[in-house]
C-alpha cells in the first residue's frame, strides 16, 4: 500500500502542481477592505479538491461572523488514530505590487520555484494534505489510519473567532494528533519540525511633557522634550552587549534540552549564515552574547522596537512635541509568563523615565509561546517519515515567530500532541513580494506525509 502511494505521488506530480495553482488564482485576503465573496470562493476551490480526492462529509463551517472553514474526512480505520490536519486558505495582501515579478495571483515556475501568493503560506499545505490522501485512496482505496481536515479562512488576521468555533465543533474536530502544516524548514531540502514558537507581547508607550507642541526657539531649554525622554527609555531597554536590560527577564527561561541541543548543533547556521540571510551590514554587530543563533531567535526573549511616531517627515516643523509614542514587542519564550513580562515591561520604561514626564504603557497584545518535548514517540514518529520523505534527517526547530492558536488547539483537542511541518523555506518570502517554494520540497513534503500516516498508525491511541 505505501509503495502504491508513493508511486502515484511520483507520477501526478504536476497535477498537484496544476492544482495548487488553481488555489493560488483565488485572492483570498481576510484584511478589512478586501472582498468577503473571494474567501467563500476560495473556500469552495479547496472543498472541490477534497471532494476530487474521494474525501467524504466535505462541507463549509462558519461561526459567528467568521470566513469559511473547509471540512473534510475519511474514517474507515476501526481502531487505528485519529489525525486532524490543519491548514488556512486565506492569504496575505500583495503588498508593493510593482516589487513582483509575475502577478501575485498566477502561479508562475521559474528556476524550480513556483511563485505567487500564497503559494507557500499555506496553499502548499492544503495540497499537501489532499495530494497524500489521494495517493492511498486512488491506489488502495483506504488510508493506514483516520483522517479530518480543517481548513481555516482567517488565520493571517489573528484566528478571532477561532476559540468559539473550537467550542462549537470540539466533538466533530476529536483527534488524537493534530498536524499543522503551516511551517517551514531550515533549508531548502532539509526537512525540519517545529517544536517551539516564541510569544508576543505589543505594548504601546505614550511620553507627554505639555498641553501642545511648543516653538523650540521660544520656548526650547527648560521643557523636557518628550521624544528624548522616550529615547532614553527605550536605549535602557538593553544592556552594551545587546541583552535585555529588564531585570529578571531571564529567569523563567526554560533551559534547552539534550535533543534541542543536538539538533541546534546539526544545522550548522553559524553567525556567517544568519548575517547573510538578515542582510545585516558590514561592521553592524551580532548582539546577544554567544549563544548560537538558533538559540537566540528560537529559545530567548527579545525586545523590538516596532514604530516610533512624535511629528512626521512631511510636517516636520520646529518644534518641541507635546507627545511621543512607540510601539514595543516583547517575543517570550517557554515557561515565561505574558502577564509577568508586561507588568516588567511597563514597570521599567517608567521607571527610567526622565524628567518627570508622564507615561502611559497599555497592553496591545499577549500571545503565549508555545513548546513540546520532541524526545515523544509521536514527534520521533513523524521525524522517521520527514527523513525517510527528505532523504535527509528531519531537523527539531523552534520559529521566533508566533502562531498564538497552536496551544489552545491542541488543549481544544484534549492536550493532542501538535506537529507543526510545512514547505516554506529561507527563500519563501511569506508575507512579502515574490512569495514562492521550491517545487522539489512540495514533492518531498508530500511523500513525508505519505509515510506519517503509516507510521502515525502503528502508536496506540491515547
Known amino acids: 500500500m505505501l509503495d502504491a502511494a508513493l508511486r502515484f505521488t511520483d507520477k501526478n506530480r504536476r497535477h498537484f502542481v496544476d492544482e495548487l495553482s488553481k488555489l493560488v488564482a483565488v485572492p483570498s485576503c481576510a484584511f478589512p477592505g478586501f472582498p468577503p465573496a473571494e474567501l467563500t470562493r476560495s473556500a469552495k476551490a479547496v472543498?472541490?479538491?477534497?471532494?476530487?480526492?474521494a474525501l467524504e462529509h466535505v462541507q463549509l463551517l462558519s461561526v459567528g461572523k467568521s470566513f469559511p472553514y473547509v471540512y473534510a474526512d475519511w474514517l474507515h480505520a476501526p481502531g487505528k488514530p485519529t489525525v486532524l490536519l490543519y491548514a488556512h486558505h486565506d492569504v496575505q495582501p500583495v503588498g508593493d505590487l510593482k516589487k513582483w515579478k509575475s502577478p501575485p495571483f498566477k502561479a508562475t515556475a521559474r528556476q524550480g520555484r513556483l511563485y505567487g501568493r500564497g503559494s507557500a503560506d499555506d496553499k502548499a499545505g492544503i495540497?499537501?494534505?489532499?495530494?497524500?490522501?489521494?495517493?492511498?485512496?486512488?491506489?488502495?482505496?483506504?488510508?493506514?489510519?483516520?483522517?479530518?481536515?480543517?481548513?481555516?479562512?482567517?488565520?493571517?488576521?489573528?484566528?478571532?473567532?477561532?476559540?468559539?468555533?473550537?467550542?462549537?465543533?470540539?466533538?466533530?474536530?476529536?483527534a488524537d494528533v493534530l498536524v499543522i502544516a503551516d511551517s517551514g524548514n531550515h533549508k531548502t531540502g532539509v526537512p525540519s519540525m517545529t517544536t517551539s514558537l516564541r510569544g508576543l507581547v505589543n505594548a504601546d508607550v505614550t511620553v507627554s511633557s505639555c498641553r501642545q507642541s511648543l516653538h523650540s526657539g521660544m520656548w526650547g531649554g527648560p521643557v523636557p522634550d518628550?521624544?528624548?525622554a522616550l529615547s532614553k527609555m527605550l536605549a535602557s531597554l538593553s544592556d552594551e552587549k545587546g541583552f535585555i536590560a529588564i531585570p529578571g527577564i531571564y529567569r523563567d527561561v526554560k533551559p534547552l534540552n539534550k535533543v534541542e541541543k543536538e539538533s541546534y548543533a546539526s544545522l550548522g547556521y553559524t553567525d556567517a549564515v544568519y548575517r547573510k540571510q538578515a542582510g545585516m551590514l558590514p561592521g553592524v554587530s551580532i548582539i546577544g552574547g554567544k549563544a548560537s543563533p538558533c538559540h537566540k531567535m528560537w529559545r530567548l526573549p527579545s525586545v523590538s522596537v516596532n514604530a516610533i511616531v512624535a511629528s512626521s517627515k512631511k510636517d516636520c516643523a520646529n518644534i518641541i512635541n507635546d507627545s511621543a509614542w512607540c510601539r514595543v514587542g516583547v517575543r517570550t519564550v517557554p515557561n515565561m509568563s505574558e502577564e509577568k513580562v508586561f507588568k516588567m515591561l511597563a514597570a521599567h520604561l517608567k521607571k527610567h523615565a526622565p524628567w518627570g514626564v508622564k507615561v502611559e504603557v497599555r497592553k496591545v497584545t499577549a500571545g503565549p509561546w508555545w513548546g513540546t518535548d520532541p524526545s515523544d514517540e509521536v514527534f520521533q514518529a513523524a521525524g522517521r517519515a520527514l527523513t525517510k520523505g527528505y532523504g535527509k534527517k528531519?531537523?527539531?526547530?523552534?520559529?521566533?515567530?508566533?502562531?498564538?492558536?497552536?496551544?489552545?488547539?491542541?488543549?481544544?483537542?484534549?492536550?493532542?500532541?501538535?506537529?507543526?511541518?510545512?514547505?516554506?523555506?529561507?527563500?519563501?518570502?511569506?508575507h512579502s513580494e515574490n512569495e514562492s517554494l521550491d517545487l522539489g520540497d512540495l514533492q518531498k513534503a508530500i511523500r513525508s506525509s505519505i509515510h506519517m500516516y503509516e507510521e502515525l498508525s502503528k502508536l496506540k491511541r491515547k
Open 47 to 53: 472543498a472541490e479538491l477534497f471532494r476530487k480526492v
Open 226 to 228: 518628550p521624544v528624548l
Open 394 to 430: 528531519a531537523a527539531y526547530i523552534g520559529t521566533g515567530g508566533s502562531i498564538p492558536f497552536v496551544g489552545p488547539f491542541s488543549k481544544a483537542l484534549g492536550g493532542a500532541p501538535a506537529l507543526l511541518v510545512g514547505v516554506e523555506d529561507p527563500f519563501s518570502n511569506a
Open 127 to 174: 495540497v499537501v494534505h489532499a495530494a497524500s490522501i489521494a495517493a492511498y485512496l486512488k491506489t488502495a482505496g483506504k488510508l493506514p489510519l483516520n483522517v479530518k481536515l480543517i481548513i481555516e479562512g482567517e488565520e493571517e488576521v489573528g484566528s478571532e473567532t477561532q476559540p468559539e468555533f473550537l467550542k462549537k465543533y470540539a466533538k466533530l474536530l476529536k
